[in-house]
């Protein structure tokens, strides 16, 4: 049975029966200061005194413009949207427009949301169900989506030798987080850098679960390569429905009205998302906020380790900024066919056991969990705790 939440505040979550749970969800990564942020709430509440939606700009979307472009450096210009779907979807719209073809590469695993080109060996939910495509889909539209494994150097060159004209763009999570947590290798990011810039593909980083939940300049920042096109959500409306795509002005001039690829949304830009958003990036892009939350996140996965190896357990686990994988397995995976060889059996019973133990993790061995400020030292502790009577009942 799926819990029913009624109220979320700060690192907890209270269920319909009153019981709190530790949430490592976060709403599936929105939530990083915490649910119901004082200073979030703040903000919506005065927004909405203003009114809802315009469908004409304002101020507050120039702002977060400016502090977008002003925080990545690739990013020349951006487009707000509502979703992560619509910011992928139309990232992959405009490298198409722009390029003249039609083909593009995605990788085995990763999740792009839920646009019919792009629900191609999806990850996250359809991974969990095992279904690798989904119902609906018409084959000649998923026909130019060319799918490949994460991290294979090889697969990627050989595949641009053959296909490198006609490809339009690469897409890819730079860390993946809708097949558990699977770090990108820097022969795999630079080869992607090197071959879309050799091909004259667009490379499309979806940052909309790393983005500013990984480091203050998402993961381009962190590991120095600066993509072409970068898709944002989640952290970047703090808990209201707002994305964003953008990139190099060559490109983001091909947009209507200045260019030819259309895109457009009733609710783009929306004046409460956008006031939410806005105060949520002023205080993850604060000097120390990443360095506290890294460190936390950190804690919790040595922790669960310790105690999951003093027991004999076959468990690891390991973090990139504030998100982190948790593994029935002896090593972290690197690949696709590695997180799928994981115990998937252990993860549901370690799943539930927590669940019981008050503690709330993702629901499916193949997503990400998320840290937010709102976690103390105290609440790590409790969460291993928890985790050492799990395992100590384990065998
Ligand atoms: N891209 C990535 C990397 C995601 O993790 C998600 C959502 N989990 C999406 C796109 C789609 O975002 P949304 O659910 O807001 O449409």
Not at 87 to 116: N, P, Q, V, W
Not at 311 to 338: H, I
Not at 353 to 375: D, I, K, R, T
Request: glycine share 12%; hydrophobic share 45%; net charge negative.
């Amino acid at each position: 049975m799926p819990r029913f939440f009624k109220e979320g505040k700060g690192a907890y979550l209270w269920d319909a029966d009153d019981k709190r749970y530790i949430d490592y969800v976060g709403s599936w990564g929105p939530a990083i200061l915490g649910h119901a942020d004082p200073d979030v709430i703040h903000a919506v509440k005065t927004a909405a005194e203003h009114g809802l939606s315009f469908g004409a700009p304002t101020e507050a979307e120039i702002e977060m413009a400016d502090l977008l472009c002003g925080l990545l450096p690739g990013m020349d210009q951006v487009r707000l949207v509502s979703s992560g779907t619509e910011a992928t979807m139309s990232a992959i719209r405009l490298a198409r427009g722009f390029t003249g073809r039609d083909k593009f590469i995605k990788f085995e695993g990763c999740y792009h949301g839920h646009a019919d080109a792009l629900l191609v060996k999806a990850g996250s939910g359809l991974l969990t169900f095992g279904n690798p495509s989904s119902a609906g889909v018409p084959a000649a539209v998923a026909a130019d989506t060319l799918v490949l494994g994460y991290n294979d150097v090889e697969q990627l060159e050989q595949t641009f030798s053959k296909l490198g004209t006609q490809i339009a763009a690469v897409i890819l999570e730079p860390v993946a987080g809708n097949m558990n947590l699977i770090r990108p290798t820097e022969a795999f990011l630079s080869a992607l850098r090197r071959l879309c810039t050799e091909y004259g593909a667009v490379l499309i980083f979806d940052e909309v679960m790393t983005g500013f939940r990984v480091g203050p300049t998402c993961a381009q920042g962190l590991f120095g390569i600066q993509p072409d096109l970068t898709t944002l959500g989640k952290v970047v409306g703090g808990g209201m429905p707002l994305a964003a795509f953008g990139g190099r002005a060559d490109i983001m001039s091909n947009i209507a009205p200045l260019g030819p690829v259309y895109q457009a949304g009733t609710l783009s830009g929306n004046p409460i998302a956008v006031a939410a958003g806005l105060v949520t990036l002023k205080k993850v892009t604060a000097p120390g906020f990443f360095t506290a939350l890294t460190a936390h996140t950190q804690a919790l996965v040595e922790g669960l380790t310790t105690v999951a190896q003093a027991a004999g357990v076959s468990f690891t686990a390991q973090s990139v900024g504030g998100m982190f994988g948790l593994y029935f397995a002896d090593k972290c995976p690197n690949s696709y066919a590695e997180v799928m060889a994981c115990d998937k059996a252990a993860f549901n019973r370690f799943f539930h056991a927590m669940l019981a133990e008050g503690v709330y993790l993702a629901p499916s061995a193949f997503e990400a969990g998320f840290v937010s400020a709102a976690h103390t030292e105290e609440d790590i502790r409790q969460t291993v705790k928890a985790a050492e009577r799990v395992f100590s009942r384990w065998q």
